[in-house]
T-cell receptor
């Protein structure tokens, strides 16, 4: 049970921002929110993680709702290389070190 | 390349044969994970090592599956008496903490 909900697919145009939503309504106060992505024929790749505050890194931004029941991964300017499956994952303290992946969102970037 | 490496990248075998996969983690990482991924699905956790100790095993890891990390460095995953349902991508990841895992490219297993 991944315990996160994401749209199956989204489309974007190159050089436009992309907002990828994730619902995690049963999240507990100590669960981190992780985002990984998987390009075709590759292993998953870490994108970003956060707990309560919004986070930025060179790849993306993570906006976390005040009640922490949802979050949004923001790619500021999509490139063709960003076409991938994006996974939103709850990092549950009780699950030890495992990452529980759902089916993710397939992002298509149009030139 | 100092990332996680996995060998072989592809393996085709006949049902009933044994197969073994190897994972070499990033050198200073003490945590190592195995996942399995079937087509159209996200990766599923199989097992986790901290140094040489196997600390977590999924119910997916049947008694035909065994994983080792004898010296706390590389790891092997063996599947005995392979079945067609074992066909999948087997992914290895390593980390220094539970927040950020680095994945290898995977070993694609096809059981005929």
């Amino acid at each position: 049970d991944a315990k996160t909900t994401q749209p199956n697919s989204m489309e974007s145009n190159e050089e436009e921002p992309v907002h990828l939503p994730c619902n995690h309504s049963t999240i507990s106060g100590t669960d981190y929110i992780h985002w990984y992505r998987q390009l075709p024929s590759q292993g998953p790749e870490y994108v970003i993680h956060g707990l309560t505050s919004n986070v930025n890194n060179r790849m993306a931004s993570l906006a976390i709702a005040e009640d922490r029941k949802s979050s949004t991964l923001i790619l500021h300017r999509a490139t063709l290389r960003d076409a991938a499956v994006y996974y939103c994952i709850r990092g549950e303290e009780t699950s030890g070190s495992r990452l529980t992946f759902g089916e993710g969102t397939q992002l298509t970037v149009n030139p | 390349d100092t990332g996680v490496s996995q060998n072989p990248r592809h393996k085709i075998t006949k049902r009933g044969q044994n197969v073994t996969f190897r994972c070499d983690p990033i050198s200073e990482h003490n945590r190592l994970y195995w996942y399995r991924q079937t087509l159209g699905q996200g990766p599923e956790f199989l097992t986790y090592f901290q140094n040489e100790a196997q600390l977590e095993k999924s119910r997916l890891l049947s008694d035909r599956f065994s994983a080792e990390r004898p010296k706390g460095s590389f790891s092997t995953l063996e599947i005995q008496r392979t079945e067609q349902g074992d066909s999948a991508m087997y992914l290895c990841a390593s980390s220094l903490d539970r927040l950020l895992q680095f994945f290898g490219p995977g070993t694609r297993l096809t059981v005929l």
